[in-house]
């Protein structure tokens, strides 16, 4: 979901004037925040492309606002919670029947969504 997401920005309108990257920006301001590009920043993530599962074993060196794939704050997605149960269930029954193996890199199309082109796995049933 860092590198792979379904919408790679969101908008907020800023509330009050805020300084950002040492620019001010005035209240009432539309800014875009470009989660995609969050997800593959050096200064947040090492080696941002490389698939390294053990990255997620110490949440406590991971920025909170480095992995935000359902936004943040009383506007994020309201169906979170329901998305992250299904990820964890449907990926604990594949895991538990098959090994899956990454025959192709993905090659994502930027749209307004954020989708691979096919994802080209191999399922060899587990015995």
Known sequence: MRVTLTVGTFTRILPEESTIGGVCIPKDTQVFADIYGIGLNENYW???????????????????????????????CVGRRIAEAQMQLITAHLCSSYKLHLVKEPDPKFEVLIKPEGLNLSFEKRV
């Not at 090492?46 to 943040?72: M, Q």
Request: charged letters at 35%.
């Open 46 to 76: 090492r080696d941002p492309l490389e698939f390294i599962p053990e990255r997620w074993e110490s949440r406590k060196e991971i920025d909170p606002f480095s992995f935000i794939p359902f936004g943040t704050g009383p506007r994020m």
